[in-house]
């Protein structure tokens, strides 16, 4: 047979064989479109809503329906408003439009962020992981639907380079979630840990970001302060992972926090990339302090001022002012613990 006969009827075999995958995303690079554009009232969570009340009541609480309207994107957004963004925040065609057109707002479809339709609808039709036979619509079922690779297509990507107004990636990974997991090998998916139907648990739940962490041991031996923090909870990827402004800090102070004596933080830390004239976001990761999901202590050894009271906090920075600068948003960060201590 010709051999690029061969060739071709491989490459049919192949593309026959690879799980179709409309449901995922790209990264950001356009927004999506739903095949629905011309029946707006479906694009609406409160559509579904009717039929699906527990999918929707815990969507209702979830990151990903404030994934617009939180206060901490949109005051990030105001200083790089970058159609980019809205392709992950809001990512409906629709919701861009309104976007626009200034028509967000309380009631739009844009302030929904993620929702039902930015993920179950495509081409016309609904799609998920699996099928009831009595569905009152027709479901498509791809595999794949809620895979880790599935939550990458929005959590792992590269930082951008926009020169001139047009849009690439560059090398250097901005959230790096999924190769993190990847890298550890954990057995068990994303939605496992994450997902209580449609919950999202994660840090902006404090009850699930306050259970991480085992309360601090403290011992004094002359004037150097031991302080041990165990993390009980099981994890599959750094800590802190995601956005590039999250950090875990440890802090101590001998006067209430008006000063600090001693910060250890745990983040990614980026210094500006090579800046050419019109080139934006170009950085690079300079060291790297996050926890590993293999390490489950955290140790530091102080030295103190013997006799003076000890005010200790642990913080989760969603937005930590070190990495990104003043934030305007209110709850850029979590007080997971605090104490006096009297050594
Ligand atoms: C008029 C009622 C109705 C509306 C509106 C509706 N659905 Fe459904 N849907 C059903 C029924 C009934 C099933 C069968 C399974 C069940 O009972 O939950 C189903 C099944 C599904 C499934 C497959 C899961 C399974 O167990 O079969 C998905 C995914 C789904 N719907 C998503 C949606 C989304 C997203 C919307 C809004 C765009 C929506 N549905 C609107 C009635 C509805
Ligand atoms: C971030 C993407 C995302 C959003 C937003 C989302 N879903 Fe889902 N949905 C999923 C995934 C992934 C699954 C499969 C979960 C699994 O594997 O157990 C799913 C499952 C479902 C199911 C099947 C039954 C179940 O709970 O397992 C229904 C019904 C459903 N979603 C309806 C909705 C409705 C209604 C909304 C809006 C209120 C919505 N979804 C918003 C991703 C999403
Ligand atoms: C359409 C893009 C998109 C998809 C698909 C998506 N996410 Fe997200 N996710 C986001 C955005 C954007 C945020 C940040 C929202 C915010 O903080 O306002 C987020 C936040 C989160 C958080 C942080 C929660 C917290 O409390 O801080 C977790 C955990 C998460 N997503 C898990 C998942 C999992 C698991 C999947 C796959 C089933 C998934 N996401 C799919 C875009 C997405
Ligand atoms: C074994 C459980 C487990 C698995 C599996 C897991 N995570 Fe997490 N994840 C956690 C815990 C615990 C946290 C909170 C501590 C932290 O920030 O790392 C977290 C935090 C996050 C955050 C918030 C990061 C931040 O610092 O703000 C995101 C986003 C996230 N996970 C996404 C994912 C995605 C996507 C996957 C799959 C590729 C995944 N996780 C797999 C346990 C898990
Ligand atoms: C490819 C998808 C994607 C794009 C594009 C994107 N983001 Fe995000 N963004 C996410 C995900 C996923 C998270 C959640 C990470 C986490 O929880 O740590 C997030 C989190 C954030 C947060 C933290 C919100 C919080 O509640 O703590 C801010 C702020 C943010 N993004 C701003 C932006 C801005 C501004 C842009 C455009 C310059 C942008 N994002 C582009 C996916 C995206």
Redesign the pocket.
Known sequence: MNLNLIKFIFVLIFLFCQESQDTFFDKGLTPIETGFETEKSKLS?SY??SC?AK??ST?EDSI?RKSWKNSLFQHSFELEPMDWCIHCHAPLISQKKEIYLKKSGKNSLSDEG???A???LRKGKIY??KKNQNSFHEVIVEKN??SPE?CASCHEFNFPTLKSGSFKFSHEPMQSTYSEYRKYGSEKKC?SCHME??FVKGPHSKNFLRSIFATAEFEFEENVLFIAIEIIKKRAHHLPSGDLFRSLSIELSYDNFKTKFFTKKFARFYKMGQKDSGTIWNRELEYDSSIKPTDSLIRVAVDIVKKKKIDYRLLYYFHDPELGGESKAENSFLILQEKKLNP
């Open positions: 969570a579904c809503k699906h999918s929707h969507w990903h993620i929702n039902c930015s993920c179950h998920g992981n639907f809620g599935y939605n139907n449609h």
